[in-house]
C-alpha cells in the first residue's frame, strides 16, 4: 500500500504507540501524584494493538517504539513484543524498541534482547537514590539500575533520557554524562514540555538546554556529529568520553521541520503532533470490521491533517499547559 505522506512531504516511517497511560512512579514533571487513569475496558486489546501496528507497518512505518505511562506494567505486554517480532524477522521493522522507567527490566531484559530489541531507552534524571525518590515520588532508584545492568548484560544498547529540572538536577548533568559514558550509555536531555496538569509549576522546572550547553562547554569538547536516530535529538560527541550526547529541545529549538513521527495512545487516538490537540479515532474504525479498509482510509485522512509543527511556550501565567494531555497519554 502507498506510504503516509503528509502535506508538506514528510513521510510517517516511525510511530509511538503508548500501551498504557499507567504507571508505577508519579515523576514531578509528568503527572500529578493523584492521576485518573483510563477505565481498562477503554484500551485497545494487545491484539488489537498488533493490528494497529500492523497497518502501520504495511503503510512504510519501520520503526516502532513502544511506550506509556510505564509499558512494562501493562499485563502481558511480553506477547505484544513476541508479536511484533515477525516483523522484524520479515524485514519489515527496521527497529522495535521501547522506553521505559527501567524499573520491570531486570525481569524482561533477556526475553526483549531474544525477540530483537537492540537498543531502549531509560528515563533516568539523577544518579541520587534520595533525589530520585523526590523526582518519581515512588521510584526505586536501585530497581532501576539492575534494569540497566540486565539490559545491558542482554546485550542491548541503552540510552539514558533526562530530564533537565531547574534547581534540581542542573548540577548533576556533567556527572551524569559522565557516568553513563563510563558505562557505554548514550545520555540525552530533555527539556521540560507543558504536557498536562501537574502539581507545579513548569516554569519553575524550565531548564533551556542552551543554558546547559554552554555551560558543559566550559568543561567539555562538545563536536558536532551526524548520526540520526529518527528521533527528534541533535547529537554531539564529547571528545574526552567519546560518548554522544543528545539534545531534545522543543522549546529552544524546534524540531518540527524534519518530524516523521506520530503517535498513538492506548485507546487507538492518534496524535499527528506531541503539541496539538488535534487528533483521529483509529479505535472505532478498527472495531467496526474484520478488515482494515475503514481503519486504512482513518489513516490516510488524519496523516492528510498533520500539522507543519508545534507551538509550545512556557509562560509564568498560570495559565492551562499547551496541551492538557498529559506525556504518559500520549506516549514519550
Ligand atoms: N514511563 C516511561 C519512562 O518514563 O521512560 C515511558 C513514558 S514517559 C512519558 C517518556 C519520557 O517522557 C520520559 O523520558 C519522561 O522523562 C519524559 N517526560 C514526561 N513528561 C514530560 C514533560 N512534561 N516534558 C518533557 N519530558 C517528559
Ligand atoms: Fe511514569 Fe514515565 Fe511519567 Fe515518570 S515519566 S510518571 S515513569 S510515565
Redesign the pocket.
Same mark, same amino acid.
Given at each position: 500500500m502507498a506510504p503516509l505522506v503528509d502535506p508538506f512531504g514528510r513521510l510517517i516511517t516511525y510511530v509511538r504507540v503508548s500501551v498504557t497511560d499507567r504507571?508505577d512512579?508519579r515523576?514531578v514533571?509528568?503527572m500529578s501524584e493523584d492521576m485518573n487513569f483510563l477505565p481498562k475496558r477503554d484500551l485497545l486489546s494487545l491484539e488489537e494493538l498488533d493490528r494497529l501496528c500492523t497497518a502501520f507497518i504495511g503503510r512504510g512505518v519501520h520503526k516502532l517504539r513502544i511506550?506509556?505511562?510505564?509499558?512494562l506494567v501493562r499485563r502481558n505486554i511480553m506477547s505484544l513484543f513476541r508479536r511484533l517480532s515477525r516483523h522484524l524477522e520479515s524485514g519489515a521493522l527496521s527497529e522495535l524498541t521501547l522506553?521505559?522507567?527501567g524499573s520491570q527490566l531486570a525481569p524482561h531484559a533477556a526475553e526483549l534482547a531474544a525477540i530483537g530489541v537492540r537498543r531502549l531507552?531509560?528515563?533516568l534524571?539523577t544518579l541520587d537514590p534520595v533525589k530520585f525518590r523526590a523526582i518519581t515520588r515512588w521510584g526505586d532508584h536501585a530497581q532501576v539500575m539492575a534494569g540497566v545492568d540486565a539490559a545491558q548484560q542482554a546485550g542491548i544498547s541503552v540510552k539514558i533520557?533526562m530530564?533537565a529540572l531547574k534547581g534540581v538536577n542542573d548540577f548533576e548533568i556533567a556527572p551524569m554524562l559522565k557516568w553513563a559514558h563510563g558505562r557505554g550509555l548514550d545520555l540525552t536531555l530533555?527539556?521540560?514540555?507543558?504536557? $498536562?496538569a501537574i502539581d507545579a509549576e513548569r516554569v519553575d522546572q524550565y531548564l533551556p538546554l542552551s543554558l546547559v550547553e554552554a555551560r558543559l562547554a566550559d568543561h567539555f569538547t562538545l563536536l558536532p556529529v551526524d548520526y540520526k536516530t529518527g528521533g527528534p535529538a541533535r547529537y554531539v560527541r564529547i571528545k574526552e568520553t567519546g560518548g554522544r550526547l543528545g539534545f531534545i529541545t522543543p522549546l529552544t529549538h524546534n524540531f518540527c521541520e524534519g518530524c516523521n513521527r506520530v503517535r498513538v495512545t492506548c485507546t487507538g487516538t492518534l496524535y499527528m503532533c506531541l503539541g496539538q490537540e488535534d487528533a483521529a479515532d483509529l479505535r472505532a474504525p478498527l472495531r467496526a470490521s474484520q478488515s482494515d479498509a475503514l481503519l486504512h482510509e482513518a489513516l490516510e485522512a488524519a496523516i492528510a491533517r498533520k500539522p507543519k509543527g508545534h507551538d509550545f511556550v512556557i509562560e509564568r501565567t498560570g495559565a492551562t499547559p499547551a496541551v492538557s494531555r498529559?506525556?504518559?497519554v500520549t506516549? $514519550?
Open positions: 504507571c512512579m515523576c514533571y509528568c511506550t506509556g505511562g510505564e509499558p522506553t521505559t522507567n531507552n531509560v528515563s534524571d533520557n530530564v530533555i527539556e521540560v514540555m507543558p504536557l $498536562g498529559h506525556m504518559s506516549g $514519550g
